[in-house]
């Protein structure tokens, strides 16, 4: 392909093996991230077919969804989850497939763990059986989630029959302002698009308040183009992110790293590269956001309050309008800060990170979770949690009331012990606002880390420029 | 894979847009390792109250609609997870096929893979078969995958679009990796060019 490319273009063209009539295209995979949910009846169609896994060393995999985050050294106490996490280590150890134990301390959420360990990296194509594959985007690779009868082709073959997304660039101009976070850029842009905005896109983010943010905040943005629809989310590499994958230990090293990082600088998409649609947002308008609704594009600033769904003239907007209301308890032109929560939630693929964990340690630090609220912090990782430790960020949160559990998915989607009670209102740094998502009759504000920590302080939704 | 060629059945209105996947099938769901069986807890909390008895409104739960094998909503049809777990949960229920506006690309791509039929019709016309089918004795839609037709109870034809390829897969229920398999030549040669290309690559990883 001649003229000038984007960063997805160049990542397609190097990975096409084969290109088919009618355009599809077989497609090479470099890493593939397996966890216990969506992988075991994949397991079981390649038993079923005596194939082998092609390259079991491309291949990592790891415990998330199921496993308490309460002390876990005498195993999983629920029957079904217990199954599911012994089903993957049958399957790891009968095809040969490198795993981290629920007990090492590498384990943690797939997605917090492809980066941290430099699994994941720039020009890669990177596949998981979960929609916030997105996130290893953030690193310059097109990763995207899978269905489990893709999972068990890749697993087969190393490949994918895929057809090629279009172009979308969302460009963050300017700089975002005090107290805002990646969090609240993203909500920000899914507000803006809608969660269909960016279906069949690829999604690459650029823009000076992009270029700004360190790579955890990238890896929020990018783990939520999911949630605007997109097939995945892009930043180009730069020295952020070549000085973030130096020295992690499945990344290249000495002049390997080097040659890596040569390659990677060509990753960048050309100018005067042609995208199919483009938006710009301006950063210096990102104020700390909440959603309100059951859908994360139902969004607002903390300082803005619950629409009325009257103002609507479409009617079939009024009527979704009006069920999520009712589902969520909320009234018209409540405002949101006065809304009390019942449970905070800090974690997640999206919000699990250690700079993520410091954000919100910084809002608690010498104050306490407000009477009656339950407030939990779950680390992205095993390391996550040792690295918080070692700062002292525990101590802070466990005196402030915080509860300090151990890594996994946890309640962003309540498949473990921890999860909403029907009614019960909760301010989560996850990913999905659905119903029933946290648990059946649960109600989700999505927020960023800063956002939960205040609202566990203040026993409502709070402004968290007010704790700083 | 089941083949799909024709398909003459009830059809179910869900005027509902961004009918998420954890709204298909709820997460407390997917702790099998297997892939049937999920029928029973297909739209669970919209279908069932909490003490799990049918709430009598929701069209599945009422006739002729539990016997529905087609499904027409709204926009964003599926979006959210990419667990093939909804795909099979409509399945085991009896659904081949979902007529909306548009789908989110995941749960698109996981309906081929399970021999189910996503079509995607301007809303105004999914509106229109809305109609047709909440009149219960016309309440059936033809579908003919070979010829890209629905066809109303009028006997209106309405055409739509696939790929060629999916199509083709679909109609004769054939195994894509079984497909696949039969490059891994080629596969083999890619693998090869790229270690020599960037010799760097094979060494990031660990057996």
């Known amino acids: ?468 | 894979m089941e083949k799909f060629t024709q398909l003459t059945a009830i059809a179910a209105p869900l005027p509902l847009a961004n009918v998420d996947t954890d709204k298909i099938i709820p997460a407390r769901f997917l702790k099998t390792i297997h892939r049937s069986g999920l029928g029973v807890h297909l739209f669970d909390t919209l279908r069932f109250d909490e003490h799990g008895a049918e709430r009598p409104d929701f069209v599945l739960n009422r006739e002729p609609y539990r016997r529905a094998q087609i499904l027409i909503a709204h926009e964003n049809f599926g979006c959210g997870s990419s667990r093939e777990h909804a795909p099979w949960a409509l399945l085991d229920f009896g659904i081949r096929c979902v007529i909306a506006p548009d789908f989110a690309d995941i749960f698109y791509n996981n309906c081929f893979k399970n021999g189910i039929l996503p079509i995607r019709l301007p809303r105004a016309l999914c509106d229109a078969l809305i109609d047709d089918v909440a009149q219960g004795d016309n309440a059936r839609l033809a579908i003919d995958l070979e010829r890209q037709v629905v066809v109303r109870p009028n006997g209106q034809e309405i055409p739509f679009e696939i790929d060629p390829f999916r199509k083709h897969l679909l109609l004769n229920g054939l195994d894509d990796i079984g497909q696949t398999m039969a490059h891994a030549g080629a596969i083999d040669a890619f693998e090869q060019n790229r270690a020599a290309a960037q010799p760097w690559l094979p060494k990031t990883t660990r057996a």
């Open chain 1, 1 to 468: 392909m001649s003229g000038p490319r984007t960063l997805f273009d160049k990542i397609w063209d190097d990975h096409v093996v084969e290109r088919l009539p009618d355009g599809t295209c077989l497609l090479y995979i470099d890493r593939h991230l397996v966890h216990e949910v969506t992988s075991p009846q994949a397991f079981e169609g390649l038993r079923a077919a005596g194939r082998p896994v092609r390259r079991p060393e491309a291949t990592i995999a790891v415990a998330d969804h199921n496993v308490p985050t309460s002390d876990r050294r005498h195993g999983i106490a629920e029957p079904e989850s217990r199954l599911q996490v012994e089903t993957l280590e049958r399957n790891v150890a009968d095809f040969g497939v490198p795993y981290f134990p629920v007990l090492d301390e590498r384990q943690g959420i797939v997605h917090i763990i492809g980066p941290e360990q430099g699994i994941s990296l720039p020009g890669m194509t990177i596949v998981c059986g979960d929609s916030h594959t997105s996130t290893h985007g953030a690193l310059g690779a097109l990763a995207f989630g899978i269905g489990t009868s893709e999972v068990e082709h890749v697993l087969a073959t190393q490949t994918l029959l895929q057809k090629r997304a279009k172009n979308m660039r969302i460009e963050v101009a300017g700089q975002t302002p005090a107290g805002s976070s990646a969090k609240d850029i993203i909500l920000a842009i899914i507000g803006a698009i809608g969660t269909a905005g960016g279906t069949g896109h690829v999604i690459e983010f650029t823009g000076d308040a992009i270029r700004a943010l360190d790579m955890a905040g990238r890896m929020t943005v990018c783990n939520m183009a999911i949630e605007a629809g997109a097939r995945a989310g892009l930043v180009a590499p730069d020295e952020t992110t070549f000085d973030w994958i130096k020295g992690r230990p499945y990344a290249p090293q000495g002049a390997d790293f080097e040659a890596a990082v040569r390659y990677w600088r060509g990753l960048a998409s050309d100018p005067g590269a042609v995208y199919d649609k483009v938006v710009r947002i301006e950063a210096a308008t990102i104020a700390p956001m909440v959603t309100w609704g059951t859908s994360p594009e139902c969004v607002a600033p903390i300082t803005g309050a619950v629409p009325d769904p009257a103002a609507e003239p479409d009617p079939t907007k009024r009527a979704e309008i009006t069920r999520m209301l009712t589902y969520m308890g909320l009234q018209p032109g409540q405002k949101l800060a006065e809304i009390p929560v019942d449970v905070v939630f800090i974690g997640s693929c999206t919000n699990g990170r250690i700079e993520d964990i410091r954000a919100a340690a910084a809002i608690a630090r010498g104050r306490r979770v407000a009477r009656g609220v339950r407030a939990l912090v779950v680390p992205g990782s095993g390391l996550v949690k040792k690295q918080a430790e070692a700062e002292g960020l525990d101590r802070i949160l466990l005196e402030a009331g915080f509860e300090w559990r151990e890594p996994g998915c946890s309640m962003c989607l309540g498949m473990n012990e921890d999860k909403l009670t029907p009614g019960q209102r909760a301010a989560s740094t996850s990913n999905r606002n659905f119903e029933g998502r946290q648990g059946p009759g649960g109600r989700t504000h999505l927020v960023s880390p800063a956002m939960a920590a205040a609202a566990a302080i203040a026993g409502r939704l709070a402004d968290a420029r007010e704790f700083l």
